[in-house]
């Protein structure tokens, strides 16, 4: 199952990724990274389909697609 892995300290919380995913799994989370941001998350519930769109997206390159 495919599965992607946010990096929270790479993550600037400009949320581009949330609006790409096809299946409304991304959210903004609750946690601060070191900076004090309020980063992108994966949702408890999501689902990823391995699209790659939220790592496209992500110009900080924060987010990494893994199809296992």
């Known amino acids: ?15 581009l990724c949330v609006p790409v995913c096809p299946h409304d799994s991304l959210e903004i989370s ?11 998350a994966f949702k408890i519930d999501g689902i990823c389909s391995g699209c790659t769109n939220c790592a496209t997206v992500c110009p900080d390159a924060a987010i990494e697609v893994f199809k296992d």
């Open 1 to 15: 199952m495919p599965r992607i892995e946010i990096n929270k300290d790479r993550c600037k919380g400009c949320l």
């Open 30 to 40: 609750i946690a601060l990274n070191v900076y004090g941001i309020h980063i992108a």
